[in-house]
């Protein structure tokens, strides 16, 4: 089971890092943030630290990490940009880094107020749905009980049950994403699959809670406790 202090934490950066990236594209393009070599480093992660530590004193105080939450934050940054964002193309205007670099990093961080949510492959649905079985996978063997791939895929047609899933997976998706760790649009397909509407479009009066992704978890339980006793 994911714990309560882990998720409250993990919700915490995710929500820092997605003010810090709003805020971004105007500061950039206002010239008031630069953007900084980051090329020389070999994942997002790094750079986004290397570019934070070097920002710090001119973020906002709620787009900050305290001081001993430098590397998840920065790594949850990593994959923010890596992930769920795509740049839009042949912008009307052009931003040019200090260092005249085309890294993917640079590149996203230089064009923040070009960046649009990513359009979801047949494929990142796909993985998305793997991730919702390995999640109760995971959850069985946590709680010694067998794991049924198949009945849990069964199960999983009930929407429903697929969208507690998506959120007890997506859950996992953000702890893993502390560290640099992603599985890219598949979370966004995650996400989308509780966050917005049948029609397809987001839910803005949804917030994400720690209390929703407990509660999905020990409703998943629920239903492998009852694969097993069958």
């Known amino acids: 089971m994911l714990s309560k202090t ?3 934490f993990a919700l915490s950066i995710q929500s820092r890092c997605f003010k810090l990236l709003q805020w971004l594209g105007n500061a950039i393009r206002e010239g008031f943030v630069p953007v900084m ?8 992660g790094h750079a986004a630290k290397a570019w934070v530590e070097t920002h710090f004193y001119n973020l906002p105080n709620e787009c900050r990490p305290l001081s001993d939450e430098m590397v998840p934050f920065a790594n949850f940054f990593g994959t923010y940009l890596e992930t769920s964002f795509d740049i839009i193309a042949n912008p009307k205007d052009r931003y040019v880094s200090d260092c005249d670099c085309f890294c993917s990093y640079c590149v996203r ?7 649009k949510p990513k359009s979801l492959t047949r494929e990142d649905k796909e993985r998305a749905a793997k991730l919702r079985v390995r999640r ?8 010694g009980l ?3 791939e198949l009945r849990i895929k069964e199960s999983l047609n009930d929407e429903s049950l697929r ?6 997976a997506y859950g996992d998706a953000l702890l893993d994403r502390l560290k640099g760790i992603s599985d890219g649009p598949a979370v966004l397909a995650l996400w989308r699959d509780f966050a917005w509407t049948r029609e397809g479009a987001p839910n803005r009066k949804f917030k994400l809670q720690v209390r929703q992704i407990l509660e999905a978890e020990q409703e998943l339980l629920s239903v492998l406790q009852n694969h097993a006793a069958q």
């Open 109 to 115: 961080m230089v064009r923040a107020q070009h960046l």
């Open 37 to 44: 070599k980051a090329h020389d480093v070999t994942d997002a």
């Open 6 to 8: 882990d998720i409250e």
């Open 146 to 148: 067998p794991s049924f």
């Open 163 to 168: 969208h507690q899933a998506s959120l007890s």
């Open 136 to 143: 109760m996978e995971m959850l069985a063997r946590e709680e």
